[in-house]
Every structure is written in structure tokens, then in C-alpha cells.
């Protein structure tokens, strides 16, 4: 993850060694060789993936392009804030790889779970987390687009959600293969431990509007970005509001900066339309600047 990148542009290989130097371990080398198990404990993910996209960032920022807004998924939402100047690189990667480690810790393996349902009727939702809870949490996590939420709480109560989305009409109901049940209540602990760390980080103001994940708002005070770090730990990610709210500033195109491109195809369905475009490997950049050109 993100070698390809390194070995192209100098500038990505200085983001790595940045965040090895911050971490005090070689974060690159478990990028690029693994092994995965490791790579996927949630304490080394974080980082992991925040880095990849600030790497990217780099190299787009080289090639000339500077963005007019800012907006991240989740853990994202750290990168974004790189990319608007209000956290310095080393001070995400430390706040995201204590930001795992308080996750993972927050609920014991096996308690909680997380459930993707695809197609389910909008007006049905409240009532199948409502049935499926019977004491427990099940609640919203990610509110992705018209078709796609994702919801998390302790496994009995997601299952049992599964089993009810599916009656009700889901296209789609499944179980994801996570660490952890994140967005949800069950996160508060790993949320009151974080706030210690983001109080202690320099947030600045932004140079561009950041679209938060609790909010679904523009933002540029630094205060605001550190608010919406805490508050999201348990809060679903408002993710179809945000580019909605794009969309209605007049964004037409949004680049994806990063490892994969699942927030490319959420941007299906929002009107008006943004085109969505990605760079996390070499050879995305011959498309995304002919794309830039025809567009000028």
C-alpha cells in the first residue's frame, strides 16, 4: 500500500519517512511489505491509511492542483484537515494511531459488529433498529447515500438487524468484516480518552471550508475541526448530506486522495452531480490531468 507511490515521486517518499520519523518506527516499511495481520490491527491502519493520502495530497499539490473544499470519511476527515493546513502530518499520525488504539480497546473482540445494508426503504430504518436493539445498541454509523447504510452496535443486536433489513425490503443486508463497531455509542470511552490528545494537538485555522462527519457543515475555524474529531468518534458519518452539501456549493468534480475508491462510486445519485475522480497510484495522474485539461 502506497510503495507505488513512493517509488515514483520523491515527494511521497518524504510524506512516509515523515510519519516514520513522528511514530518512531518504519510505519513505510508495513505499508509496503506487511505483513497484513499486523498492517490491519486498527492502531496500525489508521496511520497506515492517513499516510497513503497525505503522500498522494503531495503529489497532487506538485502538480498544481489545490482544493476549494475539503471532506474526509471518518478517519479521513484527519487527512482533510491535512490538506486544509490545520494539522501538521505528524500530529495526525499520532492523534490516528492513538485514535485505534482507544478504539480497539473501547469494546472487547467478539462484543460488537457492523452491518452494511444496501436498498433498504429510508422509512424503514428507524423501525428495524428500534425492533432489532431488545436492550442493546444498534444505531447508524455511516450514512453513506440513498442506497448504502452502514450500521454498528454490540453483534446480537446487529444480527438481529441483518435478519429484520432483510424482511423489510434490503436489497442487501451483510455483516463487515471490522475490528471494531465504530460511529456508535459503544465508542464513548475510546472518545473521552481521545480528548485529552486532541486538546494537547495544534489544530490551525483551515485555508479551505472542511464539510465535517457530525455536521455534515462547512468549517474553518480550528476550534471547529477539533470539535468534529471528538464528536465523531461515536456519531454516524453524515457522508450523503456532506456531498449533497457539495453539490449544492456548486462542486462538480471531487478527487478521491488515497488507497482504494468506495467514496468514488458513493458519489452516485447526488444532484446535482459531482464527478468523481481518484489518485492513490501512478497511474491515476495521466487521467486525473487530462480530465483537468478537458475541463479547463
Not at 457522508?239 to 453539490?247: D, N, T, V
Amino acid at each position: 500500500m502506497g510503495k507505488g507511490l513512493a517509488e515514483a515521486y520523491p515527494a511521497a517518499r518524504r510524506v512516509f519517512d515523515e510519519a516514520d520519523e513522528a511514530l518512531g518506527f518504519s510505519l513505510s516499511r508495513l505499508c509496503f511489505e506487511g505483513p497484513a495481520d499486523h498492517l490491519k490491527l486498527t492502531e496500525n491502519q489508521q496511520p497506515a491509511l492517513l499516510t497513503v493520502s497525505v503522500a498522494a495530497l503531495a503529489v497532487l499539490r506538485q502538480e498544481g492542483w489545490t482544493p476549494d473544499f475539503v471532506a474526509g470519511h471518518s478517519l479521513g476527515e484527519y487527512s482533510a484537515l491535512v490538506a486544509a493546513g490545520s494539522l501538521r502530518l505528524a500530529e495526525a499520525v499520532r492523534l490516528v494511531r492513538k485514535r485505534g488504539q482507544y478504539m480497539q480497546e473501547a469494546v472487547p473482540e467478539g462484543v460488537g459488529a457492523m452491518a452494511a445494508l444496501l436498498r433498504l426503504p429510508p422509512e424503514k430504518l428507524a423501525g428495524v433498529l428500534e425492533q432489532a436493539a431488545q436492550g442493546e445498541v444498534v444505531t447508524a454509523a455511516n450514512l453513506n447515500s440513498a442506497d448504502q447504510v452502514v450500521i454498528a452496535g454490540h453483534t446480537g443486536a446487529v444480527n438481529r438487524a441483518v435478519e429484520l433489513a432483510k424482511a423489510a425490503g434490503a436489497r442487501r443486508a451483510m455483516l463487515l468484516a471490522v475490528s471494531a463497531p465504530f460511529h456508535c455509542p459503544l465508542l464513548k470511552p475510546a472518545q473521552e480518552r481521545l480528548r485529552a490528545d486532541l486538546d494537547a494537538a495544534e489544530f490551525r485555522d483551515l485555508a479551505c471550508p472542511l464539510v465535517n462527519n457530525w455536521q455534515a457543515r462547512a468549517v474553518t475555524a480550528a476550534a471547529d475541526a477539533r470539535e468534529g474529531l471528538y464528536q465523531q468518534v461515536p456519531k454516524p458519518v453524515r457522508w450523503a448530506e456532506s456531498m449533497q452539501y457539495l453539490a449544492a456549493q456548486g462542486v462538480a468534480r471531487a478527487v478521491e486522495v488515497g488507497a482504494g475508491s468506495v467514496l468514488t462510486g458513493l458519489l452516485r445519485g447526488v444532484e446535482p452531480p459531482i464527478a468523481g475522480l481518484k489518485f492513490g497510484e501512478p497511474g491515476d495522474l495521466e487521467k486525473l490531468n487530462a480530465d483537468r485539461a478537458t475541463s479547463a
